[in-house]
């Protein structure tokens, strides 16, 4: 959403239509993301998570208001609310992933996660590409907006009512910790 529709909103909804403006709306996104993944990289990773589902509900919330309320400084709020969401919600589940994985199967699960996290960028992305002709560019972004805080709450109530997961990922991030650091020797049998 931040990247392919919320820029074109600065032409059809402000009047901007400066390629640097749109540019600097997503470093504010990605930006954040990337000083919000340095943040939050020695928290607890279940925290984290919280930290940047809650941020990726409140982000499209703020940024689809500001967006119809034709406020600009808003947008920009929102946008910058929304890279806290994606700067602690990918990187923190990608630790989560990947301390439960042998290290030997780190890489392909990583190349996993790249595909369908690009997947899930592109494809509701070209699909909002395909309606906004036919019912304009603000209500795509409505609903774009809208599916991204139903994931994320989902998502949300999920990661809270899971405590069998906690105890799993914690579990095997310490066997991978201990074999990955030799303190733990496997007895023949």
Same mark, same amino acid.
Request: aromatic share 6%; no cysteine.
């Given at each position: ?48 998570? #919280? /930290?940047?589902?809650? %941020?990726?509900?409140? +982000?499209? !919330? *703020?940024?689809? &208001?500001? @967006? ?68 304009? #560019? /603000?209500?795509?972004? %409505?609903?774009?907006? +809208?599916? !991204? *805080?139903?994931? &994320?709450? @989902? ?35």
């Amino acid at each position: 959403m931040f990247l392919s529709l919320v820029p074109s909103a600065l032409g059809a909804v402000f009047g901007i239509t400066n390629h640097f403006a749109a540019g600097a709306l997503i470093a504010v996104v990605t930006g954040v993301g990337a000083l919000t993944g340095l943040a939050t990289q020695r928290m607890d990773a279940r925290r984290a998570v #919280l /930290v940047g589902l809650v %941020a990726l509900v409140l +982000g499209p !919330i *703020v940024t689809v &208001a500001f @967006v119809m309320a034709h406020s600009l400084p808003g947008l920009v709020v929102g946008s910058a609310i929304a890279g806290i969401g994606f700067g602690a919600g990918f990187q923190a589940p990608l630790r989560m992933l990947l301390a439960t994985a042998a290290p030997t199967h780190r890489a392909g699960l990583l190349s996993t996660i790249y595909v369908v996290s690009y997947l899930a960028f592109g494809v509701p992305a070209v699909i909002g590409g395909l309606l906004e002709p036919s019912i304009g #560019l /603000v209500p795509v972004i %409505a609903g774009y907006g +809208g599916f !991204i *805080v139903l994931a &994320a709450v @989902v998502a949300l109530v999920l990661q809270l009512t899971s405590k069998d997961a906690a105890a799993v990922e914690e579990q095997a991030a310490e066997v991978i910790e201990r074999t990955a650091t030799g303190s733990i020797r496997v007895a023949a049998e």
